[in-house]
């Protein structure tokens, strides 16, 4: 890639076998160099308190993502059965705005509707969202 990019400083002097190895060697000695200031540090040169953390920490972490995962999974869950009980149009303003992340303007060309009723759409809808995940957290609270 280096040398189709400086194909334009070739003058043609020497042969162009010699000009291509010519960067390839300044271009892995440049990686060498780079690479002793950013000495790597290997496991085997840690101490044993240092290991047990870093292996505390690292189990911590990859509990931490598993979990953060299982949530969304059953937040996205939740939110899709919610919205299997909304109107045609409140799915579809819900699911193409904050689903699918479009803009007001992207909506108003897909559904033909004015920009005003996108935004109203979209606010009912959330609020109606809302209102039944809250109603369904306070009949869960109410079985506890």
């Not at 162009?16 to 540090?41: A, D, F, V």
């Not at 303007?105 to 509707?113: A, F, N």
């Not at 209102?131 to 109410?142: G, H, I, N, T, Y």
Request: hydrophobic content about 35%; overall charge negative.
């Amino acid at each position: 890639m280096k040398a189709f990019t400086e194909l334009g400083s070739y003058e043609g002097r020497g042969s162009m076998e010699g000009w291509l190895t010519r960067i390839t060697t300044n271009t892995c000695l440049n990686l060498l160099r780079s690479s002793k200031r950013r000495p790597e540090l290997v496991a085997s040169d840690l101490t044993d308190d240092e290991t047990a953390w870093l292996d505390s920490n690292l189990a911590g972490a990859a509990m931490e993502r598993h979990q953060k995962s299982e949530r969304s999974l059953v937040a996205a869950d939740l939110a899709g059965r919610v919205l299997e009980t909304m109107t045609p149009d409140d799915q579809l303003v819900l699911t193409l705005i904050d689903g699918e992340e479009n803009s007001v303007k992207d909506v108003v060309d897909v559904t033909g509707w004015s920009e005003s009723k996108v935004k109203v759409q979209a606010f009912r809808a959330r609020r109606r969202m809302r209102e039944a995940v809250e109603k369904l957290l306070s009949r869960k609270k109410d079985e506890l």
